[in-house]
Structure formats: C-alpha cells, structure tokens
C-alpha cells in the first residue's frame, strides 16, 4: 500500500496546486490513500465549507488541521465530517474528532492529528501522553497507524518520534511549510520526517507575500500577511507499506514546482 501526505496547503494557490496535481502524482505513484493538512487553506489561517469540498473533491481521503483549526467559523458546519480531523491534544470536549479510522484496500488505518506545545501558543494537552493514549486503545483495531504532528520546534517532532518508534507506523510533521530532508525509518519500523513542506507558492515566505512579510520583521508593525502571488509548489512524501506486515518500508519525499 501507498500511502501519501501532502503539505499545508496555503490559501487557494494552494488548493489550485492540488487540483493541477494531485492526480497525476496518485496515477503515476500508485497512491492508495491520501492525506492533506488544509489548516492555511483559506488563505493562510483556516478552513472554510467551500476548501474542504474542493480538496475533498480530489480524492483526498482526510483532511488535518492544526494550530489556524478555528480560523474560520466555516468549520462548525463540517467539522464532525469523519474526512476531517483536528488535533487530538486539544482540550477535552472539544468539538471534531483527533483521530479517525478509515478502510482502505482490506486494511484499517488510522490518522492521529496532534499539536505541538513548544513555540505555539495554544492551551493544549501534552501530545506524547495523548498519542500514547490513543494509540493503546486502538492499535487492536487497526492495521496501519499515521500521525501528523503539527509543531514547531524540530526537536519535539524528532522526539515524538523516538518516543512512538515501533508504535506507530509513520510520523510525518507540519506547520513549518518548509521541507525537511531527514526522511528516514526509526530503528523499531516507524517511518519519520521532521516536516514536509508546503503546497503553495514558491516565491514566498512560507506561502505569504514577501514585501509583507519583510515589513513585518524590518518595523515591528502589524503589516497584514496576504498570500503570495506566481508558481506554486507542491510538497508532500510518500509512505509505502508492506501488505503482509503493514509496516513501513520506504518513505520518499515529493517535491514539485
């Protein structure tokens, strides 16, 4: 099985980039299942009815979120869609679900979507107990399990994945919009990137406008982002998983533009 996730996708750019390729990456790949993070799919910050359809649309078979999950009001009205999760960290009796198991090709896979702590200030619970928590009460149920764990700092991605080596089945990060190239499969089978990418344009600073962008660190003044115009880029990775043993084997980095 293959199984591929595709980077933030950042505003309509970048939701116009995965329509243009998603299709062919799944024809040319032999893609099985699809993830998409889609928290910066309204133009940076949130999701609206009318993204979630669109991505939806293009075979994509969930949707995760992140630290911008309730940047549009948008999302109450779709957010118990089960193609659509948010972080499983976030504080109990929240709304949408922070996990979700789907079938595909006889196999049970479940997305965890998790939020880091370090660097993002978000009120939220402690993501290495939670994803230990999930996964002890689920990994019976399931073949295969996939975390995005959408974070800032590098080294609480890294360590997540030392700390779930073995448990689950593949790792991979979000938030930073840029690609990292530490792709690898940990000691105990789990496959791990620190983070992969961004969908959405190329010249940029992590998807927005760069005059605006650089205001904004040369003043100190509230310059408002606005997404970046021109090519875009698409960033994901593919996960192949064994049939037999459901454990990864490879994991390849996607870089379009």
Known sequence: MKILAVGDIVGSAGVNELKSKLKQIKEKENIDFVIVNGENSAEGMGITEKNFNDIISQG????TMGNHTWGKKDIFKFIDNPKIIRPANYPEGVVGKGYNIYKCKDKKIAVINLIG???????TENPFLIAKKIIEKIQNQVDIIIIDFHAEATA????????LDGKATAIFGTHTHVQTADEKILP????????????????????????????????TLPERYKIAEGNCIFNGVIFDIDDETSKATNIKRIYMN
Not at 117 to 123: E, F, K
């Open 60 to 63: 994509v078979d969930v949707i």
């Open 117 to 123: 702590r370090v660097d993002i200030n978000i009120l």
């Open 156 to 163: 609480e991605k890294i360590a997540l994945g030392y700390y």
């Open 188 to 219: 105990n089978g789990t496959a791990y990137i620190t983070d992969i990418g961004m969908t959405g344009p190329e010249h940029s600073v992590i998807g927005m406008n760069i005059k605006a962008s650089i205001k904004r660190f040369e003043t």
